[in-house]
Structure formats: structure tokens, C-alpha cells
């Protein structure tokens, strides 16, 4: 497995960005306004009697870039490159670190919670559920990783403020180094997570590669080895040996892209879990887009070797008009895809739906497509790109879309009262209307596509001489 760089280690610098805590700034996949996270925070404890979440005590988050999370759901990072500290050099660093020190000793302290976790409080604040409730849930069953978290809380109970032991178990790996290269151009997705949208963003002249780095290193406190629109594993200088280590020792594996399938390194982890005999007692966690991977049924005989497969299909609706969004996927191919791996003798299907402007009047199509496979989507906040969260949704089509929902049965309004909460809540935010018309108007004309082939009931929104000649 190529993992080790050939290029010369880059030396990285700081970027000077002042209290990282004061550096992030919540936003509210709903309110105009900057929430307060605090209060959300004081009414979650007292309902739920505690916020204590197990991802930065036993849980291993690397993106793309190298700079390494608490968890994946936050844009909270820490300061230094994986190709700097390797990646059991992630556990001490004072993100993760202050965060356990607060979640051990019962928020008696806030500032790291409130400052990293506002997602998750958010959505649980409105009744929802949240990354940090399922990871919770997930490590029940897993009884040796459940005590090594025991072990590790009374550790930092115990010893405040001493260096973090490197686990001896883990319970997730989601290691994403091997790049950012993927097929699509997601209308929701971002240049560090999809080399499709990178290029895009290039080929429309809203970024120049210079101005992506530059926002990627603004955004994370470091400067990065690497340059866009493309990332590589060469460029995150990861040691192979301490990789498998890391690996051998977690009990579920996530793969998640760019494109998982099309990212070969992928691939050989499963290849060499499957060799070594690990596989038969480890999980596997698979997101993917079904699209544009020609060999699904070798992927489909590999899987097959693992414990168990939460296999989850990453898409934004059900059927054709999921192409418009995540251009240039096809349909029929996604479905045949999602078809053969929901036949695994192993596999926990899932189905993960972002909640936008488009699709969000669509969310019964997505149960009921679901249901197919004996399964209920879930669906999750979108805070960014800004321009394509609902805050963009204009009354009219809001309205419209609550009056189409509302007739479904009650079995499927009861599987989208999150969908139809956050239209009842929702604060319109007419200057990003118009940013995202714009953006796509941008879009339709450099893909040759049109929004009002899928979605017409934007007609209004979208005039001129481009939507009148298009059909």
C-alpha cells in the first residue's frame, strides 16, 4: 500500500488567528443571528442530565487536509499537521484535550463544549437527534471499547491536566488522508472534501487554487502541504507503520471520501483486512455516492468478509432530480448500486440527506424510497457552503413546500418532523437568496444544465434568455 510521500517533508507554520475558541463562530442552520450556544447548552444538561459525548476519548478523526478534529461534525481543529505529530500525536493536542477535561468532570467548565460542539447542541436543543448521540449509542455494543472509554474518562478524572495515554483500543477510525478526489460536484459540498467541486469553483472564477489554500488555512489555523484543486496522500506525509497500527486496534473502520470507491487506498484497507484475518471482527462504516466505480461487486465481495457493514448511501433525493444536486450522478447507476449492497449478508443499510433548499420539499420522496429497503433516511443540518442552507429558501416556495408535505400519511410526516420543524422555524435571508441563485444560474450555464427541469416551481427565480431556451 503506497501511503509513505516521496516528497520532502514541508515545514508548516502557525497562522496567527488568536483564541482558536474565538475563531469559531457557531452558525445556525436556521437563525440569521449567531445562536447562543451557552443557554442551548444549560437546556440540554438539565434535560438530558449531561453532554457527555465519547468521540474525543476513543474515537480517531483525520480529514482530508491532515488537520485533525474532535469529531466530524465540527469545524473546531487542531493547530498542527498530521505529517507533524502522527497520528497517535492527535490525542494530546489542546482541542481534544480540553474538550475531555469537560466532558469527564461534568461541564463544571463550557468554553471547549460551547466553542466545539454547537452542532450537536443545536440540533438536540431543537429535539433532535445528533453525531454525538449515535456515536454514543453505538459503542453499547462493543463491550471492550466500552471499558477502555471507562478506563480512559477516569484517567483524565483522575490525573488533570497529565499527558492523554494513547488508547489501547479505538472504537472509530475515520482517517481521510488519502485526498480529496471525487467524481461529483455536490451543490453542497466543498473544495476540501470534493476535488469536483474544487475545480468548478476554478473553472467559474470564484476562487483562483491560491485563494482555496488561503481559505483552508485561515479557516484552520495552519498552513497546508499541498496545493488545490487536487489533494493527494503524498502530500500528508502519514508513517504506514503507525497507520496499521492504529487500525489494527479500532474495532469499526469509517471510509468516507472524496468519493470512497474511487480513492484506491480504500480499497486496500478492506484488501488487507481481509488478508490479515482482521476483518471478521471489525465494522465497517461506508459512506458513498454509488456513482462512477466500475468494480461494485469486488467491493461488495470484500465487504462481505467484515463483522457487520453500516453501508451509507450519501444522497440528496430520491430519484432523477438527485443528479441535478449531486452532478454529474446518474441515477439508474446509483440505484442499481444501492440495490447490490443492501443485499450484503452483513449490512445495516443507510440513507444520509443533507437538508437544502431544493430538497427539502422532496424529504417524503426519500422515505418512501427508503422504504424499499426497510430503512428511514436521516437527514442532516447544512451550515455551509452558507449560500446553499435553507436560509435561502424563499416564503412562497417554503410555504408551498410545507403545503405539499402535510398531505402525506401520518407514518411519513412522522418520519420527516425534522424536515418540517426546521420549515416552520426557518428565517428567510433574502441577500443569500439572491447568492444562490446566482451560483446556480453560474452552475446551469457551465454544466449546460437547468434547475427548472427538476425543480419548476423555481420559475419565478429563474428568467431570462438562458431558462427560456432551455427545456
Not at 505529517?83 to 475531555?100: D, F, K, M, T, Y
Not at 449509542?137 to 488533570?160: C, F, G, I, T
Not at 468548478?200 to 483552508?216: D, F, K, M, N
Not at 461487486?297 to 453500516?310: A, N, R, S, T, W
Amino acid at each position: 500500500m503506497k501511503i509513505k510521500s516521496k516528497k520532502p517533508h514541508k515545514k508548516l507554520s502557525r497562522i496567527d488567528v488568536g483564541n482558536p475558541n474565538d475563531k469559531v463562530v457557531p452558525v445556525s442552520p436556521l437563525q440569521k443571528e449567531k445562536p447562543d450556544i451557552g443557554n442551548m447548552l444549560n437546556d440540554v444538561i438539565k434535560k438530558k442530565g449531561n453532554f457527555f459525548c465519547s468521540q474525543p476519548f476513543i474515537h480517531m478523526y483525520i480529514p482530508t487536509y491532515g488537520l485533525a478534529h474532535p469529531c466530524c461534525n465540527t469545524t473546531m481543529n487542531v493547530k498542527k499537521h498530521v505529517s507533524e505529530i502522527g497520528i497517535e500525536g492527535v490525542w494530546n493536542e489542546p482541542e481534544l484535550a480540553n474538550l475531555r477535561e469537560e466532558m469527564a468532570n461534568g461541564h463544571k467548565k463550557r468554553d471547549a463544549t460551547i466553542a466545539t460542539c454547537y452542532r450537536c447542541i443545536e440540533t438536540e436543543w431543537r429535539g433532535f437527534g445528533t453525531p454525538r448521540m449515535a456515536y454514543n449509542n453505538d459503542m453499547r455494543n462493543d463491550q471492550e471499547e466500552l471499558s477502555e472509554l471507562d478506563r480512559l474518562v477516569k484517567y483524565v478524572q483522575d490525573n488533570p491536566g497529565a499527558r492523554y495515554p494513547v488508547p489501547d483500543k479505538i472504537h472509530t477510525a475515520q482517517i481521510k488522508v488519502w485526498g480529496n478526489y471525487c467524481n461529483l460536484k455536490c451543490l453542497m459540498c466543498s473544495a476540501e472534501d470534493s476535488s469536483g467541486v474544487a475545480e468548478e469553483w476554478i473553472a467559474l472564477g470564484e476562487y483562483t487554487p491560491s485563494q482555496i489554500l488561503e481559505r483552508s488555512e485561515i479557516r484552520s489555523g495552519s498552513s497546508m502541504p499541498f496545493s488545490y484543486p487536487r489533494i493527494s496522500y503524498e502530500d500528508n506525509n502519514i508513517d504506514e507503520e503507525e497507520f496499521w497500527r492504529t487500525i489494527k486496534k479500532t474495532k469499526r473502520i469509517q471510509l468516507i471520501g472524496g468519493e470512497t470507491w474511487l480513492i484506491k487506498q480504500y480499497v486496500q484497507i478492506l484488501e488487507k483486512c481481509v488478508k490479515e484475518g482482521w476483518a471478521k471482527d471489525k465494522k465497517i462504516f461506508a459512506f458513498s455516492n454509488n456513482f462512477g466505480y466500475p468494480k461494485m461487486q469486488y467491493i461488495f465481495d470484500l465487504l462481505k468478509e467484515f463483522k457487520h457493514v453500516h453501508y451509507k448511501c450519501s444522497m440528496e433525493l430520491w430519484g432523477h432530480k438527485n443528479d441535478y444536486i449531486r452532478y454529474p450522478s446518474k441515477w439508474p447507476e446509483v440505484y442499481k448500486n444501492i440495490k447490490l449492497m443492501a443485499s450484503l449478508p452483513n449490512v445495516g443499510m443507510g440513507f444520509a440527506f443533507t437538508l437544502n433548499p431544493l430538497n427539502i420539499g422532496y424529504v417524503d420522496e426519500a422515505v418512501k424510497g427508503a422504504e424499499e429497503f426497510g430503512r428511514t433516511p436521516s437527514f442532516f443540518n447544512l451550515t455551509r457552503p452558507t449560500w446553499f442552507t435553507l436560509k435561502g429558501l424563499p416564503p412562497d416556495i417554503r410555504d408551498l413546500y410545507l403545503d405539499r408535505l402535510y398531505k402525506n400519511s401520518y407514518d411519513v410526516l412522522d418520519k420527516i418532523k425534522k424536515p418540517l420543524d426546521y420549515l416552520e422555524s426557518l428565517e428567510w435571508d433574502e441577500f443569500q437568496m439572491h447568492e444562490m441563485i446566482a451560483k446556480i444560474k453560474a452552475r446551469d450555464k457551465l454544466r449546460g444544465d437547468n434547475i427548472l427541469k427538476y425543480f419548476p416551481e423555481w420559475t419565478p427565480y429563474f428568467k431570462g434568455d438562458y431558462y427560456g431556451s432551455i427545456t
